[in-house]
C-alpha cells in the first residue's frame, strides 16, 4: 500500500499522483511486510511438531512399553520394535527440523526445536565424556 509523503492519504498500488492532495509520488512505500504468511508459518509448525514426534515418539514408546511388561513377548517386541525405529526416526526428525529451518528460516518453532535438539547433543557430548572419564578413573583404581 502506498502513501502520499505530502497529506498521508492512503493510495492505489502504483499510483504517480496523489488523489488528494494532486502531489507527485516519490520513492515513499509502506516498507514491505517482514514477517512470513500465516500459511508458511503453519506449515513450519506442523514441520516441527512431526520433527518432534519422530523425536520423542519412539523413546517415548519404549518407556511405554517397559512400564506396561517388559517380561511379556508383546512388551519386548514393542521395545525391540521402537529400539530399531528410532535411529531412523531421529534421523528424520532432525532432517525435517533442518528443512524447516531453511524452508522457514523465521519461524520461532523450529529454532525453539533446533536448540532442543542442539542442548540434547551437547547432553549427550558431556554425558558421554564424563562417562568415559569415570571409566578412566576407575581402571586407574583397579
Ligand atoms: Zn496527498
Known sequence: MNYCPNCGNQLPQGASFCTKCGGKLGV???PQQAQISPEDDKKANNLSLISLGLFFGPSALSI?????????SAGSRI??????????????????M??????????????IVMWIY???????????????LACAYACRNC
Open 28 to 30: 515513499y512505500q509502506q
Open 64 to 72: 511405554l512399553s517397559a512400564g506396561i511388561s517388559a517380561s511379556t
Open 118 to 132: 542442539i542442548a540434547l547433543f551437547a547432553i549427550g557430548i558431556i554425558g558421554s565424556v564424563l562417562l568415559i
Open 79 to 96: 521395545t525391540a520394535i521402537s529400539s530399531a525405529l528410532s535411529g531412523v526416526c531421529t534421523l528424520a526428525a532432525i532432517v525435517l
Open 98 to 111: 533442518i528443512v524447516a529451518r531453511v524452508k522457514y528460516p523465521k519461524n520461532k518453532l523450529a529454532k
